[in-house]
């Protein structure tokens, strides 16, 4: 009985791992397009594919950005400025990738810029804070992805979001968690919608990695400005120890992340090359081995073990 259950999970491996080693053809061919260039995953990722001979659109937010990289890739690689906020700058990026790649349509649309700061206490944020994160993480997804969408289904190809495993467990406050949440949902239902045309959608759930999403130096300035401006209430109710707190948890996130920006990227690549991509990619042993089982247990669970090292504010009546 136990060996013909360890001979079934085997074969079950055996013929995932075989099924997922069969890549598309033609990949010189296929025009991927790539937000958030200037740094981090979507700089890599522009480089890695260009490397493989696909044809790389890369979308940067500064024209700086987008020297850098044209200056560390082959010619094949192009790139436009875009800001994910701003509709006109998502149409005219739009319409360059249309006449980039014509009939043929676009292969792979991979949304990755993306911002976290203000993390923070909730209650130390404004309505504007969270807004500020949702444009680009959330709304910069969505019209992107609508913008473009036409160009995609004419290729029957492919959209890679990249959320996190703060999508999937909500470890602190400001938008960026929520962000990411919404990230997956979207993905979700966009998945379902486009199943009928052949195009598939996959989600990139990455633990923590060390890149320009979380500068320390300038987020300890961020946190200070926001408990500068907090009410008088507030700075009562938590105290000078729970900032001090606070700041060092985040701050030793530092040690945690991960150097490996090409546990990600690899995801990303298989996401947009293989035959059978998966639906959901967990980057990172943190995510695999840590945050994507805690996110299954009971939320009792949980939360008594993301608060078991938390800060406590000084007076809770
Ligand atoms: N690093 C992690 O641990 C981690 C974990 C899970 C998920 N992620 C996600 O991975 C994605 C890439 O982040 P990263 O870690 O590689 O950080 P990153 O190095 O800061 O890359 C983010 C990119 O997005 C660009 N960007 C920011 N605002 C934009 C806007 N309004 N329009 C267009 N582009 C904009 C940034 O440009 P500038 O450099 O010019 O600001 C930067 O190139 C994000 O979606 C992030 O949420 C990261």
Not at 46 to 68: F, H, P, S, Y
Not at 95 to 104: I, N, S
Not at 147 to 168: C, D, E, H, T
Request: contains cysteine; glycine residues 6%; hydrophobic residues 40%.
């Amino acid at each position: 009985m136990w060996l013909s259950l360890v001979v079934l999970v085997g074969l079950y491996y055996l013929v995932r791992w075989y099924r997922e080693r069969q890549v598309v053809s033609h990949l010189q061919d296929k025009y991927v397009f790539i937000t958030g260039c200037d740094s981090g995953f979507g700089n890599l990722l522009a480089r890695q594919l260009d490397m493989q001979g696909m044809r790389v659109l890369a979308a940067c937010l500064t024209e700086e950005g987008a020297k850098q990289l044209r200056d560390r890739t082959s010619a094949r690689l192009e790139t436009v400025t875009l800001d994910v906020t701003n509709t006109e700058s998502i149409a005219a990026a739009t319409q360059w990738v249309k006449e980039h790649v014509g009939e043929r349509g676009l292969w792979g649309l991979v949304n990755n810029a993306g911002i976290a700061l203000p993390v923070a206490p909730n209650e130390w944020l404004t309505k504007q804070d969270f807004v500020r994160v949702l444009e680009v993480n959330l709304l910069g997804v969505i019209e992107v992805t609508l913008s473009l969408l036409p160009l995609v289904r004419k290729a029957r190809g492919r959209v890679v979001n990249v959320a996190s495993i703060l999508g999937r467990l909500s470890l602190s406050g400001g938008g960026y968690c929520i962000s990411k949440y919404g990230v997956e949902a979207f993905s979700d239902s966009l998945r379902r919608d486009l199943f009928y045309f052949g195009v598939k959608v996959a989600i990139i759930e990455p633990g923590f990695f060390r890149t320009n999403i979380l500068p320390l130096e300038r987020y300890s300035q961020t946190l200070k400005n926001q408990w500068n401006q907090a009410s008088s209430e507030v700075k009562e109710t938590y105290g000078e120890k729970f900032l001090a707190h606070y700041m060092k948890t985040i701050t030793s996130l530092e040690n945690m992340c991960s150097e490996d920006l090409s546990l990600v990227t690899n995801c990303m690549e298989h996401a947009l090359t293989a035959c059978y991509p998966r639906t959901r990619y967990s980057a990172g042993w943190d995510a695999k081995l840590f945050y994507i089982p805690m996110s299954y247990l009971p939320t009792f669970l949980v939360d008594a073990i993301i608060s078991w090292n938390a800060p406590k504010p000084e007076k809770t009546l």
